[in-house]
């Protein structure tokens, strides 16, 4: 069983730019989900990707977006990047079809921002 | 919106104790909550799931109960070691499985 990773792990980019990062989910998941996660805080949810669709979003503007493709892998979009997005970026795969199915998370990618 | 409120101060015990980890929350109806453990530098890890009609979870160590009446939620870890010392999350899943987090109260377990 292959486990969810992150690339890259660490990036650091200037005001203004985009990043994009990508997750690969753990094998048998078809749902993915982005989390951000401040220094000392909890992840808030970001946005969630079923079937290669949004399937509901958190408190966040559309700079943030996100794909899912058809392997269930998915990338997290980030335009004009602002210095409050550096955070650690997490993302979480888990089984629709199981109910309360438990996030599997990766390691994250440390975004600094200056 | 829903508030989700863990203990903000780190939770010191002496190894063997049993830790008791809270999360509170308001504006919600959660279908079930979750604990999750992290480790700094490591995506959170997940532990134990309770559900909303279910009063007390075990598992191994672990024990955790959930009140919907006073809409709190405990995690206790029984004969603590140091290895147990880590954030503990705890986390509201809707029945879409999409989660809220507290922001997670880090224990200590000293030897």
């Known amino acids: 069983e292959t486990g969810v990773t992150q690339s890259p792990t660490h990036l650091i980019k200037t005001r203004g730019q985009q990043v994009t990062l990508r997750c690969s989910s753990q094998s048998g998941h078809n749902t993915v989900s982005w989390y951000q996660q401040a220094l000392g805080q909890g992840p808030q949810f970001i946005f969630q990707y079923y079937r290669e669709e949004e399937n509901g979003r958190g408190n966040f503007p559309p700079r943030f977006s996100g794909l899912q493709f058809p392997n269930y892998s998915s990338e997290l979009n980030v335009n004009a990047l602002e210095l409050d997005d550096s955070a650690l970026y997490l993302c979480a795969s888990s089984d629709r079809y199981i109910y309360n199915s438990p996030l599997h998370f990766g390691n994250g990618t440390r975004l600094t921002v200056t | ?111």
């Open chain 2, 1 to 111: 919106s829903q508030k989700i409120e863990q203990n903000s101060e780190a939770l010191n015990i002496q190894e063997g104790k049993t830790a008791t980890l809270t999360c509170n929350y308001t504006n919600y109806s959660p279908a079930y909550l979750q604990w999750y453990r992290q480790d700094p530098g490591r995506g959170p890890v997940f532990l134990l799931l309770i559900r909303e009609n279910e009063k007390e979870k075990r598992k191994e160590r672990l024990k955790v109960t959930f009140d919907t009446t006073l809409k709190q939620s405990l995690f206790h870890i029984t004969a603590s070691q140091p290895a147990d010392s880590a954030t503990y999350l705890c986390a509201l899943g809707d029945n879409f499985n999409k989660f809220y987090f507290g922001s997670g109260t880090k224990l200590n377990v000293k030897p």
